[in-house]
């Protein structure tokens, strides 16, 4: 039954007031003592984020103009010191610890054993992991891709981590091997905002650069949590309002970092105290609710235009774009007509007087900047969703001009530099066609896997082996023991890796953690030259990258040295001459341009300092759809939202996974979570006081959360303690990747198939053995 007692190491309190200050520096200076690096660390953050630096691995956010040699933040410096530690995995601890026994550990444990040191071989007589050459390490990998019956039988993963020039090599590779097959951590994070903006405005990116954010007169922040992962972002919002414009925040939650922010490189706030707030307006949308809300803002819009033409008055709408920009638009202005404000109000979960008050801001606005994440993208409907934005954007014409725009806040650094230069199962027949004329060989064109696709292959037995060039696939996809467990049956699994992390712990017969350098490193070729890689933020400014701190291990390889050891291996060097290619970073960017020509004189461009804009076409209001026009949306609401489909069932919630402020995806630095108050416990439930007591229960107390999806497999997280929260009743919190075990790999997106991880429907019961 309910237990009350709480461990002494665990507690819940009340988050202070405003995020940043002294609590982000008291922790970046953990973190650098914590990892041995107080000297070094100093040194590498000075070069996070300038032009002759590193690109910073912790978030996509875009760089000022300006830098300064503080343009870093509190979890910025968190990812560096945590690719900096002088912890090392060795071989003597490998030996002493088996697979089996590792596997037990926490994913917070698994990453503080440091850093990866040398190529790796599962033992599975003893096993055990133990070191190999480079050489047996590629020529192992190559026999078992060869002896696979069809190319389309292996899964090559990509984390958003890789730079252009790896995530290019790769694919040249896997294709040349003979597959689409490209499951992508973007297909489990802003896929929806891929698919939904390729359709409305011909472009799978935001048209907005961060000097628009000097420039506009309101900023929509939707379900996102800059304080945590975005910091930069904060310092952002804290002008606009500085400047006298607005920021309305929609977040399920009271986020910390979207009410105040003290600025730790602000040297006056630090002293005295002071904060700004980052947040002029803030509503608080069921789970899901969003779509009904800018349905509901358009409608307001709509009105005030049949008002202001009864009354004479100038129009409301810029007609002008509208005819000239777009279309759908009359057949959408129907359906949104006929959605009546009760399905509206229901399924936001705000009233008809708060999202009007939400929408006279964008009438009262020029210039309207909408930014959004993980709230709006991790949904069954997200792609309607974001189109629906879109729409509303397209009322004033708030595309395509200075201050105005659409800003999808991508994940990983390099996410979206991946899918451009050509991670991507269904790549466009344009960069097929390139590529093959490039490389003068025929390549395979039918569609390969995504991540829901690679998962079914998996636990269907179709697919044999598993490659991943970064991240912890088994960890971050739904359904995660399930899906470790049809790894742990594969033929081959190979990890490009920096860290060991439960991802490798589930070997398949044949299996090799090859350790690369990370960004803050040195990377030289075999002539001793330093060579460098690149990035493209979330808003389309590629940079170059150059670490600056001696490898953690002199058997260390590129990423991009790996995959061309691989690819020699596996497919000779006939096609490519994947040496020269690795020995010349040049080189690959040549090629990249010869096949994407929007990178222009790429080598010339990107030692710029800064970087360059890669060209996009929407943002200068010209639109590569079918239609050449800018298309609105055409689709209804939902009948009932997750939060519906719950009411007047018994204890049933909706769930939405997410990060605390001490972690990166999977990788837990800590157990904290300071702006929302938790501390030294990551198993939790947040949710709204009622909600406590209608359960029959009091906050603290210890509860399983069961799964609803119905296909036979129990799913459940046992022993969570309830954490009183500022939350809409029904709805409900926890932290990816712990509750991963409740989000069922068979509810994804429409056209997303992205994992539905903000709305999980799931049973409250009393804490079981
Ligand atoms: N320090 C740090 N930085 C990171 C990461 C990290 O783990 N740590 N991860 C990186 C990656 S890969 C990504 S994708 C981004 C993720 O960045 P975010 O999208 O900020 O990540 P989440 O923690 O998932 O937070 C989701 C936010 O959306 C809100 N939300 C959830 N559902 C809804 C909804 O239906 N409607 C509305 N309006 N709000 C909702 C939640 O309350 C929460 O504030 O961050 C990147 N940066
Ligand atoms: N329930 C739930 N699930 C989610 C989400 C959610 O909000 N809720 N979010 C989803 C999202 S947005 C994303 S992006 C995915 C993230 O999924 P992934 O990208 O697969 O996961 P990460 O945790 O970012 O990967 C961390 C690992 O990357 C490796 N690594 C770190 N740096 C480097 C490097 O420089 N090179 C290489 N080769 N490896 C490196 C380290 O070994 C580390 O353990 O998870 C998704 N899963
Ligand atoms: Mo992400």
């Known amino acids: 039954m309910w237990s009350p007692k709480m461990p002494k190491d665990e507690h819940i309190k009340k988050p202070s007031s405003a995020a940043g200050g002294w609590g982000a520096l008291k922790s970046v200076g953990k973190q650098l003592m914590g990892t041995g690096q107080a000297v070094t660390g100093a040194k590498t953050l000075l070069k996070l984020n300038q032009a002759d630096g590193f690109d910073c691995p912790g978030c996509a956010w875009g760089d000022p103009e300006h830098g300064s040699s503080f343009e870093f933040c509190e979890n910025g410096v968190k990812a560096v010191a945590w690719e900096a530690t002088r912890a090392r995995v060795t071989a003597d601890f490998l030996r002493e610890h088996s697979v089996a026994s590792l596997q037990t550990w926490s994913d917070h444990d698994l990453e503080h054993l440091g850093r990866l040191t040398a190529p790796l071989r599962y033992n599975a007589q003893t096993d055990h992991y133990e070191e190999v050459s480079w050489s047996a390490a590629f020529e192992g990998i190559a026999q078992a891709l060869n002896a696979l019956e069809t190319p389309n039988q292996a899964e090559f993963y990509t984390s958003g981590r890789a730079s252009n020039e790896a995530a290019f090599l790769y694919q040249l590779f896997v294709r040349l091997f003979g597959t689409n097959n490209f499951p992508d951590c973007s297909n489990m994070c802003h896929e929806a905002s891929g698919v939904a903006l390729t359709e409305a405005i011909g472009i799978g990116k935001g048209t907005v650069q961060l000097e628009d954010f000097e420039q506009a007169d309101l900023v929509y922040c939707v379900g996102q949590n800059p304080g945590t992962n975005h910091p930069r972002m904060l310092a952002t919002l804290r002008e606009v309002i500085e400047r006298g414009a607005k920021v309305c925040v929609f977040n399920t939650l009271k986020e910390k970092g979207l009410h105040r922010f003290a600025d730790p490189q602000n040297k006056i706030e630090m002293i005295v105290g002071g904060s700004q707030p980052t947040s002029t307006e803030y509503f608080q949308p069921r789970l899901g609710g969003d779509m009904a809300l800018f349905r509901g803002m358009s409608k307001v819009v709509l009105e005030a235009e049949d008002k202001a033409r009864a009354e004479g008055q100038p129009p409301v709408l810029d007609h ?37 008050r939400a929408a006279e801001l964008y009438l009262n606005a020029d210039k309207v900047i909408v930014t959004w994440a993980m709230g709006i993208t991790q949904h069954l409907h997200s792609v309607d969703t974001i ?43 344009a960069f097929m066609d390139a590529l093959e004329k490039e490389l003068g060989v025929t390549l395979p064109r039918e569609p390969g896997h995504n991540v829901a696709d690679a998962i079914g292959a998996m636990l269907n037995g179709s697919a044999k082996a598993f490659f991943a060039l970064g991240g912890n ?69 590629v940079h170059g990258s150059a670490g600056i701190n001696t490898p953690a291990s002199d058997q260390l390889k590129s990423e991009i040295g790996i995959i061309a050891g691989v690819a020699k291996a596996t497919l000779g060097s006939e096609v490519v001459d994947w040496d020269a290619l690795a020995d010349d970073h040049d080189k690959i960017r040549d090629m990249i341009a010869r096949v994407l020509p929007m990178f222009g004189e790429f080598n010339t461009q990107v030692r710029k300092p800064r970087g360059f804009w890669l060209r996009n076409p929407a943002a200068l209001r010209e639109w590569n759809t079918p239609t050449n026009k800018a298309n609105f949306g055409v689709a209804q609401l939902r009948d009932q939202t997750e939060w519906q489909a719950a009411q007047g069932q018994e204890a049933t919630f909706v769930l939405q996974t997410l990060r605390s402020h001490d972690q990166y995806n999977t990788t837990v630095y800590a157990m904290d979570d300071r702006y929302r108050g938790v501390y030294g416990i990551r198993n939790v439930v947040f949710m709204h006081a009622d909600d406590i007591k209608r359960i029959g229960a009091k906050a603290d ?35 990816y990747p712990e509750m991963n075990e409740l989000v069922p790999h068979q509810t994804v997106g429409t056209q997303s198939f992205t994992p539905t991880s903000k709305s999980v429907m799931v049973r409250i019961e009393p804490h079981g053995e």
């Open 701 to 735: 107390d210890i509860v399983d959360v069961v799964g609803c999806y119905n296909d036979g497999r129990v799913r459940a997280c046992r022993g969570f303690r309830l954490v009183s929260y500022d939350i809409p009743r029904g709805c409900i919190a926890g932290y």
């Open 387 to 429: 189109r629906e934005i879109a729409s509303f954007m397209f009322l004033r014409g708030n595309i395509g001009r200075e201050g105005a725009g659409l800003c999808p806040v991508r994940g990983h650094s390099n996410v979206q530099g991946d899918r451009t230069v050509g991670i991507n199962e269904k790549a466009p027949a």
């Open 320 to 356: 002008d774009f509208i005819a000239g920009h777009t279309s759908g638009f009359e057949d959408w202005c129907d359906i949104v007509r006929a959605t009546d404000w009760q399905h509206i109000e229901a399924q936001s979960g705000l009233s008809r007087a708060d999202i009007t």
């Open 473 to 541: 696939f088994a960890r971050a996809v739904p359904d995660s023991t399930l899906v470790a467990e049809a790894m742990g049956k594969l033929d081959l699994t190979v990890n490009i890796a920096t860290k060991l992390n439960h991802g490798h712990l589930m070997p398949g017969k044949v299996s090799y953690v090859l350790p690369c350098l990370g960004r803050t490193e040195i990377d030289k070729n075999s002539k001793g030259e330093r060579q460098m890689i690149t990035v493209e933020d979330s808003m389309s400014m």
